[in-house]
């Protein structure tokens, strides 16, 4: 029988890469260390930060809101219905269940769940997307997510977004980037890409945890998840960069860790880059981009069959009537002592 490496009692989960095994709650205390390493070791957050967590009703995404409500954190969960049909609704379902079942967790730390729907808000659902767009629809998936997160955050007053990625993902995205010599796309790949002005900072507290560990967690925590893949996810390149690094981590435990963690500590300064791009203001929607219009927009236009002009032009009617709205209305009655 495998002995928990840190009590030496009973041990219910093995980590090859680690060479351990440990029981219980040695285990989620293993998974609560290795978040609180990856918090501290990059300033992810700070406990007075409001944190909003990107949940999508699968077990990183939760364990990683479980963990952060254990640490003490001041989580909340943003949970984007895209409109995949079942598969949907069986996820907003999931994060709805784990909400109420924390809510004095929830309570305590100001916390809440955060529902957006992205066909109700901007117009369009995933599936549309996919046919209608020029990009693929994990493409255009990935972009509304990260527009979203970002919008909702600032407007909501977040500090910080924390996803779930874990030592699996960041791991095949590094492999893929490194086959095609994405040299921009590798200087981004970090735990934490700071804030910038229109953008808060965005964190990946699970980068060190294995995908096997967080599954383990889930279960041992008793958290309800949607085990199947999203059903538009066939032919996904990085699901082969997955299964590759699988084979290697079979033969060879730890590959990922020393691929990934490697990376971080020996070569990612090689390929870090003074970010000095311009950002301005997208005529359309206000959030920052390079040029006139945010890729956001853009893809948004052309699956609702929109001109980008028409769209900022509504924006610029919309800023006016604000403006004229704070001007009759709440300059004279509030700053100047007028009558209401």
């Not at 435990?253 to 500590?265: E, N, S």
């Not at 919309?318 to 709205?325: D, F, P, T, Y």
Request: glycine letters at 8%; charged letters at 30%.
């Amino acid at each position: 029988m495998m002995k928990c490496r840190r009590c030496r009692g009973p041990a219910v989960v093995e980590v090859r890469r680690h060479n351990a095994a440990f029981c219980r709650d040695c285990f989620l205390h293993h998974v609560r260390e290795q978040v609180r390493r990856a918090i501290q070791g990059h300033d992810m957050f700070d406990p007075e930060d409001r944190v909003l967590v990107a949940v999508s009703g699968g077990k990183d995404s939760l364990a990683l809101w479980d963990v952060l409500l254990e640490l003490g954190y001041r989580a909340s969960g943003l949970y984007l219905g895209l409109g995949i049909g079942d598969y949907s609704s069986r996820s907003a379902q999931v994060v709805r269940r784990f909400a109420r079942e924390r809510r004095e967790a929830l309570e305590a730390v100001g916390g809440e769940l955060v529902e957006i729907d992205l066909a109700e808000a901007y117009g369009f659902d995933i599936p549309t997307a996919g046919r209608k767009g020029s990009r693929s629809t994990c493409a255009v998936c990935g972009l509304s997510k990260r527009y979203v997160f970002n919008r909702a955050a600032l407007e909501r007053g977040y500090d910080v977004v924390a996803t779930g990625h874990n030592l699996d993902d960041e791991a095949a995205t590094l492999l893929g980037n490194t086959l095609r010599w994405q040299t921009d796309y590798i200087a981004r790949q970090a735990p934490v890409l700071p804030a910038r002005p229109g953008m808060v900072r965005k964190v990946k507290p699970l980068y060190r945890l294995s995908e096997l560990e967080t599954a383990a967690y889930s279960f041992l925590r008793g958290i309800d998840y949607v085990v199947e893949e999203c059903p538009l996810v066939a032919g996904n390149t990085q699901l082969r960069y997955k299964e590759a690094m699988n084979r290697l981590e079979s033969a060879s435990p730890g590959t990922k860790a020393q691929f990934f963690l490697g990376y971080l500590d020996r070569a990612a300064p090689l390929f870090r880059a003074e970010d000095d791009v311009e950002l301005t203001p997208c005529r359309a929607c206000g959030q920052p981009t390079t040029g006139r219009f945010c890729a956001f927009c853009r893809a948004r236009a052309q699956v609702l069959g929109q001109r980008l002009e028409d769209l900022a032009g509504r924006r610029e009617d919309g800023e006016r009537q604000v403006a004229r709205e704070l001007s009759e209305e709440v300059l004279p009655a509030e700053l100047y002592g007028g009558s209401s």
